[in-house]
């Protein structure tokens, strides 16, 4: 049975990084969370293994209910069920490249997905009373308009994931504008963490760093090196999710660091880490990607992983968030890489694992 003085959260994508770390948050700050996840062939809940609780158990404070964003009946019986406070829409086909595989999918999940889950609060009666946030994305302003981006600028998406996520993002402020809902978007740039999806750039350098250097693997094969980004750390980037949803308005905020890094300074950081100093010779044919001092070429550019059209260059300005909410981040990209690079070699060392594309 719940108890009536303690908020209750939904999460969609509560299976994914941020939605790891956002229930480990909203648990400590005492909510009753509910997260929405895919039915899988396979277990799609090693993030949240260590705050699954058996449903046999009295008083449960954390629930699993299977469904999908695709699918509306679903959401509006979980919605109903749970009559959350907060509802946290994290949930995502998020691969950028991916996406241009599967557009017609991802529009469905990440632009009609929102829209669908935004109804279903409507026909649950909980418009002015569910406070909701949308997981919008730096991925928005893709071809460059400004730099530093700032919650201004306009958007110019580059993939059919970014213009899923615009027509995410404008429905959120139209049923915020139409209906007085509380509905706020995150603009949030990239943001990394141990937990990362395994072929995001960040964590497939730090996973073959640390299987290169403990002999597991021979290379790593990257796409575009030239492209830069904003990364942070997972963590804080959920607090400053939390944070827009108590404030006592509605409204939409960019989450960034203000420092860019180019993909190939990422590589070097991590190999450096991994105790493999490494030294780029260029991406002509026959000189591609980097090498040790002895000549082995540990990291190549492979045109396979190009996009069709790419986003350059991310660079956030958090003015904003940090003057209106008192949001900073605190971990720097290169110690984000350490952490990353620590985490993986053990990881590594206590099971070998297959699969590195
Ligand atoms: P992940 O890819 O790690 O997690 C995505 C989650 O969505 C997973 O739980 C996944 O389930 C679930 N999911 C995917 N498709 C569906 C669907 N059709 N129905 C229900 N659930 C689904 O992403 P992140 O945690 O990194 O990102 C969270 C959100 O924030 C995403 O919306 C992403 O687009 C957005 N974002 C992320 C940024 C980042 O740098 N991480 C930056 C800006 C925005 P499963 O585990 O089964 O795959
Ligand atoms: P991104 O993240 O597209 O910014 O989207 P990703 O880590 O996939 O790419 C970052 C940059 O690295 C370049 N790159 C490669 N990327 C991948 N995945 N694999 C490679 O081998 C590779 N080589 C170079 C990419 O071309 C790109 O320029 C992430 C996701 O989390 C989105 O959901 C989120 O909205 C944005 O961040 C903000």
């Not at 909203?26 to 799609?44: A, P, Q």
């Not at 990257?222 to 830069?228: E, F």
């Not at 059209?309 to 720097?332: C, F, I, N, R, Y």
Request: charged residues 25%; proline residues 4%; aromatic residues 10%.
């Amino acid at each position: 049975m719940s108890d009536a003085s303690k908020k209750t959260a939904l999460i969609t994508g509560v299976t994914g990084q941020d939605g790891a770390y956002l229930s480990h948050l909203l648990l400590e700050k005492g909510y009753e969370v509910h997260g929405i996840k895919r039915r899988s062939s396979s277990f799609n809940t090693g993030r949240i293994e260590d705050i699954y609780q058996d449903p046999h158990v009295d008083n449960q404070n954390f629930v699993l209910h299977y469904g999908d964003l695709t699918d509306s009946t679903n959401l509006i019986r979980i919605v109903q069920e749970t009559r959350p406070d907060e509802i946290y829409n994290l949930a995502a086909q998020s691969h950028v490249a991916v996406s241009f595989e599967t557009p017609e999918y991802t529009a469905n999940a990440d632009a009609i997905g929102t829209l669908r889950l935004l109804e279903a609060i409507r026909i649950a009666g909980l418009e002015k009373t569910t406070r909701f946030y949308q997981a919008s994305t730096s991925e928005l302003y893709g071809l460059v308009q400004e730099v530093p981006q700032r919650e201004t600028t306009p958007f110019y998406p580059r993939s059919p994931y970014a213009a899923a996520k615009l027509y995410a993002y404008w429905i959120t402020v139209n049923y915020r504008e139409a209906y007085g809902m509380h509905a706020s978007n995150g603009i949030l740039f990239n943001h990394e963490s141990p937990l990362r999806g395994e072929t995001f750039v960040t964590r497939k350098i730090t996973r073959a760093a640390a299987a290169i250097a403990l002999g597991r693997q021979e290379k790593l094969f990257l796409g575009n090196l030239d492209a830069k980004r904003d990364w942070g750390h997972a963590r804080e980037y959920v607090r400053g999710m939390w944070m827009m949803v108590q404030q006592d308005e509605p409204d939409d905020y960019v989450l960034a660091t203000g420092v860019t890094t180019e993909v190939r300074e990422f590589v070097r950081w991590a190999f450096e880490d991994a105790g493999i100093p490494l030294e780029f010779r260029g991406e002509g044919i026959d000189e591609k990607g980097y090498s040790t001092e002895d000549g082995r070429c540990l990291v190549e550019v492979d045109p396979r992983y190009f996009r069709p059209t790419e986003v350059e260059l991310l660079l956030g300005d958090p003015t904003k968030a940090q003057e209106q909410l008192g949001w900073k981040h605190e971990t720097s990209p290169r110690d984000l890489a350490r952490e990353m690079v620590q985490a993986d070699m053990e990881v590594m060392k206590a099971e070998p694992i297959a699969g590195f594309d």
